[in-house]
Structures are given as C-alpha cells and as structure tokens.
C-alpha cells in the first residue's frame, strides 16, 4: 500500500479517537494557570479557575487543560463530572445562565418551607438564571437558604432573593472575624512559639490531649492525642490534611468558629504540626463556605508574612459539591485531584494517606480547642459535663427552636436540657415531637426519648449516634416519616457510586419510602445489607433515619 495513504488514514485515525485542542481555548487555561506548576493534584483547583472565569467548563476548555497538564482528556473529564459545582457543557450545546440561585432544600431548610420558595422564584421569568434545588449548604440555623451567585442569604424570602437578583449581589462577604494582629494581641501563637523553642515538649502537649480525653470531632470521636502518637511514630516526611467539608445535613459549627476566631485554629493546626513532625498540610474547605474561604485566604497570607516560626508548607485546597469527600480517605483522594472515591482500608490514612505518606487527618473543631486545652489544662476541660460524661460540646442546633445556632455546652446534656437552657425554648406554636441526634445519618429519636445523654457512645444501643453534634428539633407540625425521607434522597443524590449496596440501596429506599404504605420487612433487610456491605460511612449510615422511624414513629405508618 502508498505510504502515503496510509499516513493519512492513520491520521484519519487518530483524529477519530482524540480530539483537537482548540488554540483559543488552550490560550485561556494558559492565561488562567499562569506561572502555577502543571501538577496533576491541582486539577480540582485548575478546575474551579475555569468554572468561575466562564461560568462553565466547555469541551475546549477540558481539551485544552488535559493538554496542557499532559492528561487524557477521559481523566480530566470524569474528576469534572465527579463533582456538583462544575457544569460541564459538551459541544453544541448551550452554556447555563451566567446567574445560579442555589436553594437548599435538606432537612431544616424544608421545614422552614424551600420547597415554596422554589416553586415562587421558578415562576419568575428571571433573565439569565436558573434556579436550583442543592443539598446542604451549611448553614442550617438561618433556614431557608438561598445562594445568589456566592451570596448566602439567610432567612431566604422571594422578595430577599429578587432583590440580591435585581442589585447583581452575587459575591460572597468575607466575616469579621478576630483577624492576625487582634489574635496575637490576646496572647496568640504563644503556646506556638514555646512548643517551637522546647518550652512545651512534645510529649507536654500529647499528655494534654490525653489527660482531656479530646476525642476527633468530625464525628469518628477517635481520641486525639492516641493518634498524634500513632502518626508520630509514622516514618518521614509525614503530611497533615484538616477537614473542613462538613456537609452533613444539620451540622455548620466548622463555619461558624472560623468566622469568629480562624487563628485558634491556625494556632492548634501548627501546633500538631510541630508535635508531629509533618512538613506539609492541606487544608480542605467546602467550596460552599465561600466567605469564609476568603477570609482564611487573607488570613493565611497573614501570617505566612509574618511568621512566629518556621512554617511548614500550608495549601488552602478547595472542595468542589461533594458529601463524600468529608470521609477521610475520599477527601484525601481529592487533595489529590481525583474523584472523592472513599479507599478501601487497610491501610488505614495514619500509615498511607496524601500522596501514600502517613497523614494526620483531623477535623478542624478538634484542632480549635488545642491551644485552650493546653493553656487551661485537661482538668479545665473535663471540668465540664453531665450524667456521668465529660468536657464540652459544640451542637450545631436547628429547626424549630427560638436561639438556633452553635452552642457550646457540657458533654452528655440531654436534647430537653438544650433546648430549654440554650435555644431558648420551643418556637412559638410548636411541641417538641423528636430530633436528629447526630445530623442526617445520626438516627431520628422522639421527645419520649429525649433524657438521653448527648455524647459519643451513649446512643449506641438506640440505633443513633451523635457524630458531629447536628441536633435537629422538630415538632408535632412534622412528620418524622417525610424527613427521613428528605434524608435519604440526600444521601441518594450524594452516593459516590463505588460500591452497590450504597449506590443501588439508596436509591431503593427513596423509592420504597415514597410509597404509601412501607414495606417495612424488606426496608429492614435493605437496611442491614447497606450496613453490613457499604464500604464507607455514608452507605453503612443512611438507613438509620429510615430504621428510626418504623422502631420509634410507628403510627406514622399506620
């Protein structure tokens, strides 16, 4: 055959398999990447750079970034596709408005009415926005919230929503938080400095820790010091990863202390730095808590000017709409630049963690209260606490309580006790009917059992855990059997897919929960197969708000 012709068919070929990259788009990511190292675990942030320049990411724009980062296009596509906030548009196709509202509509947000709030912005014949249905976006307390470009209104009405519309109100504000000078005049980064200069030992602050009995409070509650030594003793160069993605339906007090004070967090997270040796940290946000990303930015910045020791090195990572990356190992996975797929353990991340080094994960509420620990002693700490258990904790409460929001109270207090001694009571009109212990996966118990102590370990036996403190009150205005069904379509909506008895179980349970009589028998056994096989805690601890409700709402389903 002419080598000729067969040079062309080759090329025929192979313009058939891949595909072209467009010079136009190819210009742009390189105008939007700069001088930024190709590196392949910032895909997800090369990401949000186009997303947010364009309001989209285009098949151009895929093409191109994959060519420029030395990747398939496949690859860069799937990680785009894994997660919610990129909107991918495929060719011939048409671009979303330049305006998204996002409505939230998980457990409290529905009970405070978005799905009215929907329905009347989406009869609106608004000009280049589109609104949207969105799971939890972290800020329960202020229920219903919508989101206007980056713009979190709280308390969210139609009128408040056309007005941020109609004004183009689209940025996200940073809070007035304690900023870098305000801290270090109240004592700030001392504690960090003597633990720097051998005032502090290492074993001084690990002692602390476990004098305390500071356990992880992302939701695990695996003892805090235990694991520095666990990591400690790992082999270098060893990395940290602070999880901030706290997507959990009900729980926000991640937002709400690094609003208030984002340095005692700082402090506490170089701290364990020091102590543990690790040369690296990544800090994970949820791509929702927008303002606050801003202020940690300039805050961060801050203090990488004008150091009080050596730091070590710091990135700010940001999460892109994903449930699944608040579990460890899938968060890990997308500091990475990857799909948030959960990894099958062992090994577990203290040995095998960022990049396969042994990684301290930590959540960052339990890095916050390191530095009052140490300065005001374990003792102080466990101070606190009723029925028998000790120190404090930080409940995200909402729903219909008069004071929602973070409260800070003693360890094992009882549902009744915080909302009379916090939140200032029911609303108005409302009798207390039953609660969310531990946010959506937690379970779903009634008022009768409402004497129970909060704390880990204490709703074991009830088929409920308390995980990060997300306690959500309704009343008899509601019915348990509609919110765990709003419970369950989110964990639907938010399964990552990799293993089947979450993927394919959740979905089922949607559907057999929205039939009017529940087959409650084959709910059970479907219940059982999602914890016994789901390979993470999202499958293992969907079913519980469904289970909670044929054990302790019956008649609900007469």
């Not at 307390?141 to 989101?147: C, G, N, T």
């Not at 930590?362 to 120190?391: C, P």
């Not at 096989?533 to 708000?545: D, K, T, W």
């Not at 909670?548 to 609900?556: A, K, M, P």
Request: hydrophobic residues 35%.
């Amino acid at each position: 055959m002419d080598k000729a012709v067969t040079r062309k068919r080759n090329k025929m070929r192979g313009e058939k398999r891949g595909r072209r990259v467009d010079p136009v788009a190819r210009q742009q990511v390189r105008e939007l990447l700069g001088d930024t190292p190709r590196r392949r675990d910032l895909l997800i942030e090369f990401l949000h750079l186009v997303q947010d320049k364009f309001g989209c990411i285009s098949a151009a724009h895929i093409t191109a970034l994959a060519s420029e980062m030395k990747l398939a296009p496949t690859e860069v596509y799937e990680v785009a596709s894994f997660y919610h906030h990129f909107d991918i548009v495929k060719e011939q196709h048409k671009a979303p408005p330049t305006l998204t509202v996002r409505v939230c509509d998980s457990v409290t947000c529905e009970m405070f009415g978005a799905n009215q709030l929907v329905e009347a912005l989406s009869s609106e014949n608004y000009e280049d926005v589109r609104i949207q249905r969105v799971p939890c976006v972290g800020r329960c307390e202020q229920a219903p919230v919508a989101v206007v470009g980056m713009n979190a209104i709280a308390n969210a009405s139609k009128e408040q929503v056309q007005a941020a519309i109609n004004a183009n109100n689209r940025d996200a504000v940073a809070p007035a938080g304690i900023d870098f000078e305000q801290y270090k005049n109240k004592n700030g980064y001392q504690l960090l400095t003597q633990v720097t200069n051998g005032e502090k030992s290492a074993e001084d602050i690990i002692s602390a820790l476990e004098d305390s009995n500071l356990r992880g409070l992302g939701g695990a509650g695996f003892p805090a010091g235990r694991k520095w030594r666990i990591v400690r003793d790992q082999p270098a160069p060893r990395i940290m990863a602070v999880n901030i993605d706290e997507g959990e339906p009900g729980t926000f007090k991640d937002r709400f202390y690094l609003e208030q004070d984002p340095h005692r967090f700082f402090e506490g997270m170089l701290i364990a730095a020091k102590v543990v040796g690790t040369e690296s940290i990544y800090i994970y946000l949820r791509d929702e808590y927008a303002g606050v990303r801003k202020s940690l930015t300039e805050e961060l910045q801050k203090l990488k000017n004008d150091p009080p020791c050596e730091l070590p090195h710091i990135e700010l990572r940001r999460g892109a709409g994903a449930y699944i990356c608040g579990e460890e190992s899938a968060m890990i996975e997308s500091i990475e630049g990857k799909r948030g797929m959960p990894r099958l353990r062992p090994p577990f991340v203290a040995q095998v963690g960022v990049f396969g080094r042994p990684t301290l994960e930590h959540n960052m509420e339990t890095l916050y209260w390191v530095r009052d620990i140490v300065e005001q002693g374990a003792d102080w700490f466990t101070s606190h606490g009723r029925n028998g258990r000790k120190g404090l904790r930080s409940f995200s409460v909402s729903g219909r309580v008069k004071k929602p929001g973070v409260h800070l109270a003693p360890a094992g207090i009882t549902v009744k006790e915080l909302i009379d001694e916090y939140c200032g009571g029911m609303l108005d009109g409302h009798e207390f009917y039953g609660y969310f212990p531990g946010g959506a996966s937690g379970g779903i118990l009634p008022a009768s059992m409402g004497d129970i102590p909060l704390d880990f370990d204490t709703l074991n036996e009830h088929g409920c855990f308390i995980g990060s403190a997300a306690v959500m009150i309704f009343s008899t205005q509601d019915k348990a059997r509609d919110l765990a069904r709003n419970a369950m379509q989110f964990f639907a909506h938010e399964s990552c897919g990799k293993c089947t008895p979450c993927r394919v179980g959740t979905s089922k349970a949607v559907m057999l929960m929205d039939k009017s009589q529940w087959d409650q028998s084959l709910m059970q056994e479907l219940a059982q197969t999602m914890n016994d096989a789901s390979i993470c805690g999202l499958g293992q601890a969907a079913s519980n708000p469904m289970s909670c409700v044929i054990n302790y709402f019956s008649d609900e389903l007469k």
